[in-house]
Protein backbone atom coordinates (compact mmCIF):
# COMPACT_ATOMS: atom_id res chain seq x y z
CA UNK A 1 0.00 0.00 0.00
CA UNK A 2 0.89 4.05 -0.27
CA UNK A 3 1.51 3.84 3.43
CA UNK A 4 1.30 2.12 6.83
CA UNK A 5 -2.39 1.33 7.41
CA UNK A 6 -3.34 0.25 11.57
CA UNK A 7 -6.25 -0.89 12.97
CA UNK A 8 -7.95 -0.13 14.25
CA UNK A 9 -7.68 3.49 14.97
CA UNK A 10 -9.35 3.81 18.48
CA UNK A 11 -9.83 0.41 21.07
CA UNK A 12 -11.46 1.29 24.77
CA UNK A 13 -11.46 -2.00 26.49
CA UNK A 14 -12.45 -3.20 29.93
CA UNK A 15 -9.85 -3.70 32.19
CA UNK A 16 -8.23 -7.21 32.13
CA UNK A 17 -9.64 -7.52 28.49
CA UNK A 18 -7.60 -8.89 25.84
CA UNK A 19 -7.18 -6.55 22.83
CA UNK A 20 -5.02 -7.34 19.44
CA UNK A 21 -3.66 -4.48 17.29
CA UNK A 22 -2.99 -4.50 13.59
CA UNK A 23 -0.33 -3.16 11.07
CA UNK A 24 -0.13 -3.47 7.67
CA UNK A 25 3.22 -1.81 6.50
CA UNK A 26 4.48 -0.75 3.38
CA UNK A 27 4.52 -3.58 0.96
CA UNK A 28 7.97 -5.24 0.74
CA UNK A 29 9.06 -3.48 3.84
CA UNK A 30 11.48 -5.44 5.14
CA UNK A 31 11.94 -4.33 8.67
CA UNK A 32 8.76 -3.84 10.99
CA UNK A 33 8.73 -1.64 14.73
CA UNK A 34 6.22 -1.38 17.33
CA UNK A 35 6.66 1.41 19.40
CA UNK A 36 4.19 2.97 22.22
CA UNK A 37 3.70 6.47 22.72
CA UNK A 38 2.06 7.76 25.86
CA UNK A 39 0.49 11.00 26.37
CA UNK A 40 2.88 13.92 26.11
CA UNK A 41 5.90 11.48 25.79
CA UNK A 42 8.06 10.46 23.00
CA UNK A 43 7.38 6.75 21.16
CA UNK A 44 9.04 4.06 23.06
CA UNK A 45 10.76 0.93 21.04
CA UNK A 46 8.70 -2.07 22.13
CA UNK A 47 9.88 -5.12 18.98
CA UNK A 48 11.38 -5.26 15.80
CA UNK A 49 10.83 -7.98 13.36
CA UNK A 50 12.68 -8.61 10.26
CA UNK A 51 10.71 -10.77 7.74
CA UNK A 52 9.00 -12.84 9.88
CA UNK A 53 11.60 -13.19 12.54
CA UNK A 54 11.26 -11.73 15.96
CA UNK A 55 14.74 -10.20 16.40
CA UNK A 56 14.29 -8.19 19.30
CA UNK A 57 11.75 -7.56 21.96
CA UNK A 58 13.34 -5.97 24.16
CA UNK A 59 11.15 -2.88 24.72
CA UNK A 60 7.91 -5.24 25.70
CA UNK A 61 6.72 -3.98 29.07
CA UNK A 62 5.73 -7.47 30.51
CA UNK A 63 4.91 -11.01 29.41
CA UNK A 64 1.46 -9.28 28.72
CA UNK A 65 2.50 -8.08 25.39
CA UNK A 66 2.55 -10.28 22.37
CA UNK A 67 3.41 -9.89 18.73
CA UNK A 68 3.95 -11.62 15.70
CA UNK A 69 4.74 -11.21 11.69
CA UNK A 70 4.01 -14.90 10.71
CA UNK A 71 4.36 -14.23 6.73
CA UNK A 72 6.53 -11.44 7.02
CA UNK A 73 4.16 -9.06 6.06
CA UNK A 74 0.76 -8.35 8.72
CA UNK A 75 1.73 -7.81 12.59
CA UNK A 76 -0.33 -7.98 15.29
CA UNK A 77 0.31 -6.61 18.86
CA UNK A 78 -1.51 -8.69 21.42
CA UNK A 79 -1.78 -7.12 25.12
CA UNK A 80 -3.56 -9.76 27.15
CA UNK A 81 -5.57 -8.63 30.20
CA UNK A 82 -4.91 -5.04 30.08
CA UNK A 83 -4.27 -2.86 32.12
CA UNK A 84 -4.66 1.10 32.73
CA UNK A 85 -1.18 1.78 32.30
CA UNK A 86 -1.16 0.45 29.02
CA UNK A 87 -3.45 3.39 27.65
CA UNK A 88 -1.20 4.71 24.51
CA UNK A 89 -1.14 4.84 21.18
CA UNK A 90 0.75 2.26 19.77
CA UNK A 91 2.69 2.92 16.45
CA UNK A 92 3.84 0.28 13.80
CA UNK A 93 6.44 1.34 11.51
CA UNK A 94 8.16 -0.48 8.72
CA UNK A 95 11.29 0.35 6.19
CA UNK A 96 12.97 -1.23 3.22
CA UNK A 97 16.48 -0.81 3.80
CA UNK A 98 18.43 -3.09 6.35
CA UNK A 99 21.69 -2.54 7.78
CA UNK A 100 23.29 -0.54 10.23
CA UNK A 101 22.77 3.04 10.96
CA UNK A 102 20.54 3.98 7.69
CA UNK A 103 17.16 3.41 8.91
CA UNK A 104 14.19 5.57 8.32
CA UNK A 105 11.02 4.66 9.41
CA UNK A 106 7.59 5.40 8.01
CA UNK A 107 5.11 5.55 10.79
CA UNK A 108 1.38 4.50 10.70
CA UNK A 109 -0.99 7.26 12.70
CA UNK A 110 -0.70 4.51 15.44
CA UNK A 111 -3.51 2.69 17.25
CA UNK A 112 -5.33 4.58 20.69
CA UNK A 113 -6.04 2.40 23.09
CA UNK A 114 -7.69 3.62 26.53
CA UNK A 115 -8.08 0.80 29.24
CA UNK A 116 -10.94 2.20 31.76
CA UNK B 1 16.76 3.62 27.59
CA UNK B 2 19.16 6.37 26.87
CA UNK B 3 18.77 9.85 27.79
CA UNK B 4 17.63 12.16 24.64
CA UNK B 5 16.28 15.34 25.64
CA UNK B 6 14.87 18.83 24.59
CA UNK B 7 15.76 21.95 26.22
CA UNK B 8 12.27 23.72 25.10
CA UNK B 9 9.08 21.80 25.58
CA UNK B 10 6.77 24.41 24.33
CA UNK B 11 8.50 27.10 21.08
CA UNK B 12 6.26 29.62 19.82
CA UNK B 13 7.35 31.71 16.71
CA UNK B 14 5.85 34.20 14.75
CA UNK B 15 4.85 32.96 11.03
CA UNK B 16 7.83 34.08 8.59
CA UNK B 17 10.29 33.46 11.33
CA UNK B 18 13.00 31.23 11.67
CA UNK B 19 12.74 28.21 14.30
CA UNK B 20 15.55 26.42 16.00
CA UNK B 21 14.59 23.37 18.17
CA UNK B 22 17.45 21.48 20.61
CA UNK B 23 18.46 17.97 21.82
CA UNK B 24 20.61 16.71 23.81
CA UNK B 25 21.57 12.96 23.47
CA UNK B 26 23.68 11.09 26.63
CA UNK B 27 24.85 8.96 24.37
CA UNK B 28 28.93 9.68 22.43
CA UNK B 29 28.33 5.87 20.58
CA UNK B 30 25.03 7.36 18.94
CA UNK B 31 25.49 7.81 15.10
CA UNK B 32 22.79 8.13 13.49
CA UNK B 33 20.26 10.69 14.17
CA UNK B 34 16.95 11.63 12.70
CA UNK B 35 13.98 14.47 13.34
CA UNK B 36 10.83 13.54 12.88
CA UNK B 37 7.50 16.04 12.97
CA UNK B 38 4.49 14.72 14.68
CA UNK B 39 1.06 16.22 13.65
CA UNK B 40 -2.01 15.89 16.20
CA UNK B 41 -3.75 12.51 15.28
CA UNK B 42 -0.99 11.42 13.12
CA UNK B 43 2.10 8.82 13.29
CA UNK B 44 5.65 10.46 13.63
CA UNK B 45 6.59 12.07 10.05
CA UNK B 46 10.58 11.73 8.82
CA UNK B 47 12.26 15.26 7.98
CA UNK B 48 15.76 14.99 8.14
CA UNK B 49 18.46 12.70 8.77
CA UNK B 50 22.12 13.15 9.85
CA UNK B 51 25.13 10.62 10.41
CA UNK B 52 27.71 11.25 13.43
CA UNK B 53 30.62 11.60 10.48
CA UNK B 54 28.91 15.28 9.42
CA UNK B 55 28.12 18.21 11.36
CA UNK B 56 25.40 19.73 9.19
CA UNK B 57 22.74 18.58 6.60
CA UNK B 58 20.77 20.71 4.77
CA UNK B 59 17.50 19.89 3.44
CA UNK B 60 14.41 21.80 2.14
CA UNK B 61 14.23 25.19 4.72
CA UNK B 62 14.92 22.83 7.34
CA UNK B 63 18.75 21.92 8.28
CA UNK B 64 20.28 19.74 11.25
CA UNK B 65 23.42 20.64 12.86
CA UNK B 66 25.32 18.26 15.18
CA UNK B 67 27.82 18.84 17.35
CA UNK B 68 29.51 15.61 19.22
CA UNK B 69 31.52 17.54 20.93
CA UNK B 70 28.59 18.46 23.10
CA UNK B 71 26.22 15.79 22.56
CA UNK B 72 23.56 18.04 21.12
CA UNK B 73 21.58 18.43 17.75
CA UNK B 74 19.25 20.96 16.46
CA UNK B 75 16.56 21.57 13.97
CA UNK B 76 16.25 24.87 12.25
CA UNK B 77 13.49 26.01 10.22
CA UNK B 78 13.65 28.38 7.76
CA UNK B 79 10.63 30.67 7.07
CA UNK B 80 8.40 28.86 9.27
CA UNK B 81 4.95 28.47 8.25
CA UNK B 82 1.11 27.79 10.08
CA UNK B 83 1.64 23.91 8.89
CA UNK B 84 4.92 23.59 10.10
CA UNK B 85 3.19 23.46 13.92
CA UNK B 86 3.46 19.93 15.25
CA UNK B 87 5.83 18.33 17.85
CA UNK B 88 9.17 17.31 16.92
CA UNK B 89 11.01 14.73 18.06
CA UNK B 90 14.73 13.90 17.44
CA UNK B 91 15.72 10.03 17.74
CA UNK B 92 19.00 8.94 18.55
CA UNK B 93 20.04 5.59 17.20
CA UNK B 94 22.95 3.63 19.33
CA UNK B 95 24.72 1.81 16.52
CA UNK B 96 21.96 -0.55 16.41
CA UNK B 97 19.85 0.11 13.34
CA UNK B 98 16.83 -1.58 14.51
CA UNK B 99 16.37 0.91 18.21
CA UNK B 100 15.88 4.31 17.95
CA UNK B 101 15.59 5.96 21.36
CA UNK B 102 13.20 9.26 20.93
CA UNK B 103 13.21 12.32 22.74
CA UNK B 104 9.94 13.50 24.60
CA UNK B 105 9.26 16.27 21.91
CA UNK B 106 9.20 20.17 21.67
CA UNK B 107 5.77 21.52 20.28
CA UNK B 108 6.36 24.16 18.03
CA UNK B 109 3.37 26.94 17.77
CA UNK B 110 3.99 29.25 14.67
CA UNK B 111 1.70 32.45 15.19
CA UNK B 112 -0.11 33.93 11.73
Known amino acids: GAGVSQSPRYKVAKRGQDVALRCDPI?????LFWYQQALGQGPEFLTY????????KSGLPSDRFFAERPEGSVSTLKIQRTQQEDSAVYLC??????????????FGAGSRLTVL | GESVGLHLPTLSVQEGDNSIINCAYS??????FIWYKQESGKGPQFIID?????DKRQGQRVTVLLNKTVKHLSLQIAATQPGDSAVYFC???????????FGSGTKLNVKP
Open chain 2, 50 to 54: IRSNM
Open chain 1, 93 to 106: ASSLVTGVGANVLT
Open chain 1, 27 to 31: SGHVS
Open chain 2, 27 to 32: NSASDY
Open chain 2, 91 to 101: AENLYNFNKFY
Open chain 1, 49 to 56: FQNEAQLD
